[in-house]
């Protein structure tokens, strides 16, 4: 079985909507496709094969003042607006509905990363949890902390599923994948710092569990690139990454550099073909 794990990033995600629309458009096809935050977002269009779809949210909708922005924070609670991306736009009657009977026919595996605020421990949601116009399962694995609320998922609270398995690729292979593809949102050789997440963490006292996977995920983040340049010297996986990100951070709103980044991520996932047919 072929995979493909999309880390996400936030709007660096261009990069991973780069690489599988590459894929959808040259009949690149996963039978196990597994999503983190943005990243969720990136897989679910892909498993429903509409290229294109999630470039129109990054480089267009994504500038809306109803997608993200701190008046959104004050009035909701949520800096980045996930019932405007997920219901508003991506229901059946929106502007560009997420193909929901296609992700319901499809015979691939999909699994959403998401981070149980109270436990701190990875949750991992499948296609079987979506319904039409009911995405919770990719608002939850996209809710950053902080500045989200946690979002509630059958009576569960959740936030993103970085906090806690950042590259999915150990579950992957316990899923029963052979090789995998891992899309990476920044350089292959960049490691994870732990400063940012620990001043982060303080704003998570209400979710002390989540709060210290915060102060972990660095270590996480660092301990599952390892193994994923291990696997990829075995010939189990591929690792797509940029080479730069610029100044591109997880929320930073730069059209040019947003298309910039689709495009590197278009271009990259040429090795991809020969890989999946070894």
């Given at each position: 079985m072929i995979g493909v794990i999309d880390v996400g990033g936030g709007t660096r995600g261009a990069f991973g909507a780069g690489v599988l629309d590459y894929c959808m458009q040259h009949q690149i096809n996963f039978d196990y496709c597994a999503g983190v935050s943005a990243g969720a977002a990136n897989v679910s269009s892909y498993v429903a094969g509409q290229a294109g779809r999630n470039y129109k949210f990054y480089t267009d909708y994504g500038f809306r003042r109803e997608y993200m922005g701190w008046s959104n924070f004050l009035k909701r609670g949520y800096y980045v607006n996930l019932d405007y991306i997920y219901s508003t736009l991506s229901n059946a009657d929106g502007e560009y509905p997420l193909d929901y009977e296609a992700i319901a026919a499809s015979d691939r595996q999909m699994v959403v990363v998401a981070t149980d605020a109270r436990t701190g421990r990875p949750h991992y949601f499948t296609k079987a949890d979506m319904k039409q116009d009911n995405y919770g399962i990719v608002k939850a694995s996209c809710c950053v902390p902080v500045i989200d609320?946690?979002?509630?998922?059958?009576?569960?609270?959740?936030?993103?599923?970085?906090?806690?398995?950042?590259?999915?690729?150990?579950?992957?292979?316990?899923?029963?994948?052979?090789?995998v593809v891992v899309i990476l949102t920044k350089p292959r050789n960049f490691y994870r710092t732990d400063t940012a997440d620990r001043r982060m963490a303080l704003g998570l006292r209400k979710f002390p569990k989540s709060a210290e996977d915060l102060r972990q995920r660095a270590r996480l983040y660092n301990e599952q690139l390892d193994l994923c340049k291990r696997c990829e010297k075995e010939g189990r996986v591929l690792i797509i990454a940029p080479y730069s990100t610029g100044r591109m951070k997880t929320l930073t709103q730069d059209k040019e550099a947003i298309k910039d980044l689709y495009r590197m991520g278009y271009q990259s996932a040429d090795p991809i073909a020969e890989f999946v047919q070894k």
């Open positions: 609320r946690p979002y509630p998922v059958k009576g569960r609270f959740y936030f993103d599923g970085g906090l806690s398995d950042p590259i999915p690729l150990q579950k992957a292979f316990d899923d029963g994948c052979d090789k």
